[in-house]
């Protein structure tokens, strides 16, 4: 019922950026909320941040507050994270998710079990 296709990783120096994005088709895009979650090698699928159907309320994972930021398009069916001031440690196959059943009045989860839908991930790397 819902398609999302990633883009925007790749390698990138530390303290640098990268601007990844996930466009999503099928349900109507404001109707649940997103998240993005990343899996480093030999890692478990952590979470990254979450955001609610109009964008109003948004969670980062610590490992993440203040340096990457969740945002969404409603109009363009698009998902960004902002990955500023990068680090090693956030080298990670990083993945796009939806979350279809979330009731309404409740904030987004962040286990990755609540999400139905993922994208096909895409590859960060962050040299030292």
């Known amino acids: 019922q819902v398609q999302l296709v990633e883009s925007g990783g790749g390698f990138v120096q530390a303290g640098g950026s990268l601007r990844l994005s996930c466009v999503a088709s099928g349900r109507t895009f404001s109707g649940y909320p997103m998240a993005w979650f990343r899996q480093a090698h030999g890692e478990e699928r952590e979470f990254v941040a979450t955001?609610?159907?109009?964008?109003?309320?948004?969670n980062h994972a610590d490992s993440v507050k203040g340096r990457f930021i969740i945002s969404r398009d409603n109009a363009k069916s698009t998902v960004d994270l902002q990955m500023n001031s990068l680090k090693p440690e956030d080298t990670a196959v990083y993945y796009c998710?939806?979350?279809?059943?979330?009731?309404?009045?409740?904030?987004?989860?962040?286990?990755?079990?609540?999400?139905?839908?993922w994208g096909q991930g895409t590859l960060v790397t962050v040299s030292s």
């Open positions: 998710a939806a979350d279809i059943n979330s009731p309404a009045g409740t904030i987004p989860s962040i286990r990755r079990t609540a999400y139905e839908y």
């Open positions: 955001i609610s159907r109009g964008g109003a309320y948004t």
